[in-house]
């Protein structure tokens, strides 16, 4: 049984490598990929979740089978959902072979809109309404901002949301939607 337990992990591993040749994600990070870079989203349900090897594996509405290596304190607050769970993850493509993910989001698992800060260190989420139903258009009027500490929990009521390191500025360019979404990175 150990033996097919670590082929498994060996397994994982070999293809989270192969698929994203990237390490894990990590915290916030001061320096930000080139702001016009798309933000991209995937989604599906929760395949599984390895503590072990820090990763997740999602199963997407196409019937891809796609995964993801995280820090500890993404895996920890992740493991409160179960396999068959509604899922997003939001990322950007910064190069051919590398996805920077911003948030794991798990729709309709919260009434209202809750953000957890799994990034390690503060950050400020900044939240608008949208323009015609679209996020990070000009003209979106004020701009609320909210301070959450590292493993902190913040609800943000409107339309749009960026995140980003105090002192930074962001344009609030990801929608809302009920559900916990656990904030991973945070970009300018």
């Not at 990237?22 to 702001?35: E, F, G, N, Y």
């Not at 090897?53 to 089978?65: P, Q, R, T």
């Not at 015609?132 to 493993?151: A, F």
């Amino acid at each position: 049984m150990a033996c097919l337990r670590m082929g498994t992990r060996l397994v994982v591993a070999v293809v989270l490598a192969l698929l994203f040749g990237a390490p894990p994600a990590r915290a916030a990070a001061p320096a930000s990929p080139d702001p016009a870079v798309p933000h991209k989203s995937v989604y599906g349900k929760l395949a599984s979740i390895d503590k072990a090897d820090n990763a997740i594996v999602m199963k997407s509405d196409a019937g891809e089978s796609l995964g993801w290596r995280f820090d500890p304190r993404v895996i920890a607050e992740a493991a409160r959902f179960k396999p068959g769970d509604a899922m997003i993850v939001i990322y950007r493509q910064t190069a051919p072979n590398e996805k920077r993910v911003t948030a794991l989001a798990f729709p309709g698992s919260a009434p209202t809109p809750i953000y957890v800060n799994t990034t390690g260190s503060r950050i400020v989420v900044r939240s608008s309404a949208a323009v015609g139903g679209v996020c990070g258009q000009p003209g979106t009027g004020t701009i609320s901002e909210y301070t959450i500490p590292s493993g902190g929990v913040a609800e943000v009521v409107e339309a749009c949301w960026c995140c980003s390191a105090p002192g930074e500025t962001c344009t609030p360019g990801n929608k809302s939607g009920l559900g916990r979404a656990l904030l991973v990175q945070c970009f300018k």
